[in-house]
């Protein structure tokens, strides 16, 4: 059962795990990109993994195309570290500044997370969405967020993540 803005409704998919309905999920929001979006994918566990491109791209066929073949061959590791992927999507390296490079991020952002934050500088969630709007002024991302599971969520705060954010919240309860 998915629960997308507040209202039921029914999805089938093909995976029979967590993961593989996350991709599924992820893959089929790839594919309704505009081709005049830039994105780029970052995956994150303890630490935030290299992006799948150097720099944000625009979400023409084959990049879509790519992208969700790389979403596909991803497997899942370690903690769940928000903080730092937030960092790498806006453009913030070591240190935590606002300048005229959170101007040229990505116009839209797909957040798929299964978990809460757990590691990094910042994993209260009050405190997280507070840091990411503070940035998110600046360089107005529309936020996506795809919830997966039940257990560890604070779907509160990724539901505020995605209004707050001009984006959509999809929760995908289903067994843990």
């Known amino acids: 059962?998915?629960?997308?803005?507040?209202?039921?409704?029914?999805?089938?998919?093909?995976?029979?795990?967590?993961m593989g309905v996350a991709k599924e999920e992820l893959c089929d929001a790839i594919g309704k990109l505009d081709a005049r979006t830039k994105f780029n994918l970052y995956f994150?566990?303890?630490?935030?993994l290299p992006p799948w491109k150097s720099s944000f791209v625009e979400a023409s066929e084959s990049s879509r195309s790519s992208a969700q073949g790389k979403v596909r061959g991803v497997t899942p590791d370690g903690e769940t570290n928000y903080h730092d992927t937030f960092k790498e999507v806006f453009g913030i390296g070591k240190e935590d500044t606002f300048d005229r490079s959170l101007l040229s991020t990505a116009d839209t952002v797909?957040?798929?997370?299964?978990?809460?934050?757990?590691?990094?500088?910042?994993?209260?969630?009050?405190?997280?969405?507070?840091?990411?709007?503070?940035?998110?002024?600046?360089?107005?991302?529309?936020?996506?967020?795809?919830?997966?599971?039940?257990?560890?969520?604070?779907?509160?705060?990724l539901s505020s993540l995605a209004?707050?954010?001009?984006?959509?919240?999809?929760?995908?309860g289903g067994e843990e």
């Open 110 to 157: 797909l957040f798929l997370t299964d978990g809460a934050p757990t590691n990094g500088e910042i994993t209260r969630t009050r405190e997280l969405l507070a840091w990411f709007n503070d940035r998110n002024r600046f360089a107005k991302m529309r936020v996506h967020v795809i919830a997966l599971g039940r257990s560890g969520m604070d779907l509160d705060f």
């Open 1 to 18: 059962r998915t629960i997308v803005e507040g209202k039921e409704s029914e999805k089938s998919y093909t995976a029979g795990d967590k």
């Open 163 to 172: 209004q707050q954010n001009q984006g959509t919240f999809v929760h995908i």
């Open 44 to 48: 994150f566990s303890t630490k935030v």
